[in-house]
């Protein structure tokens, strides 16, 4: 049974950079059948595609996030990572992620994380 | 960027209903589409993909059509458990997603 857990801070300064992870078990992060991603989604709000992270390495994200996105797998952890610097408050949201099957809906994803940015 | 618009916004409807929503791509997207169902507080959860195939798991009474432009979502027979946000999705523009606004539907 594949299961994807968020972790990392729920309060983050304006202006700092938040950081999440996501633990992975029942597959592999290196299998090239999927691939891996974060979406967001303000409270009461809808879902906002923030990027993906693919078996070779390769890393895509939302160009309205203009490159403050970083997006790292650690394999020897079987999990991904998510760092999202310059934060303001426009950034506070639940935060996803999630396992993309290739061609890409998203077909398993972790229960969320609420990160606030406080000024 | 590819949009997606979704109608409409809210719907209320009764346990029994038959519901059909809408999702609008700005640009022909093929069949690359998915839907997904959320409930408070908790994560999306995967429907339907490529337009009309159902996941694993979900109920014969979703049902997902269309191509290029237009696409729905059709819950026949509604129940309680339905009662949830649904949210389209466009993979046409692979490796770049966008969703769309969402359709909440209610208890009348």
């Known amino acids: 049974q594949v299961q994807l857990q968020e972790s990392g801070p729920g309060l983050v300064k304006a202006s700092e950079t938040l950081s999440l992870r996501c633990s992975v078990s029942?597959?592999?992060?290196?299998?090239?059948?999927?691939?891996w991603g974060w979406i967001r989604q303000p409270p009461g709000k809808g879902l906002e595609w923030i990027g993906s992270?693919?078996?070779?390495?390769?890393?895509y994200h939302n160009p309205s996030l203009k490159s403050r996105v970083i997006i790292s797998g650690d394999t020897s952890k079987n999990d991904f990572s998510l760092k999202l610097n310059s934060v303001t408050a426009a950034d506070t949201a639940f935060y996803y992620c999630?396992?993309?099957?290739?061609?890409?809906?998203?077909?398993?994803w972790g229960q969320g994380t609420m990160v606030t940015v406080s000024s | 960027a590819i949009q997606l618009t979704q109608s409409p916004p809210s719907l209320s409807a009764s346990v029994g209903d038959r519901v059909t929503l809408t999702c609008r791509a700005s640009?022909?997207?093929?069949?690359?589409l998915a839907w997904y169902q959320q409930k408070p507080g908790k994560p999306p959860k995967l429907l339907i993909y490529d337009a009309s195939s159902l996941e694993i798991g979900v109920p014969s009474r979703f049902s997902g059509s269309g191509s290029g432009t237009d696409f729905t979502l059709t819950i026949t027979s509604l129940q309680p458990e339905d009662f949830a946000t649904y949210y389209c999705?466009?993979?046409?523009?692979?490796?770049?997603?966008?969703f769309g606004p969402g359709t909440k539907v209610d208890i009348k």
């Open positions: 999705q466009q993979y046409e523009s692979y490796p770049l997603f966008t």
């Open positions: 029942g597959n592999s992060i290196t299998d090239g059948s999927y691939y």
């Open positions: 992270l693919y078996y070779s390495g390769a890393t």
């Open positions: 640009q022909v997207i093929g069949i690359s």
């Open positions: 999630a396992r993309g099957a290739y061609g890409g809906s998203f077909d398993i």
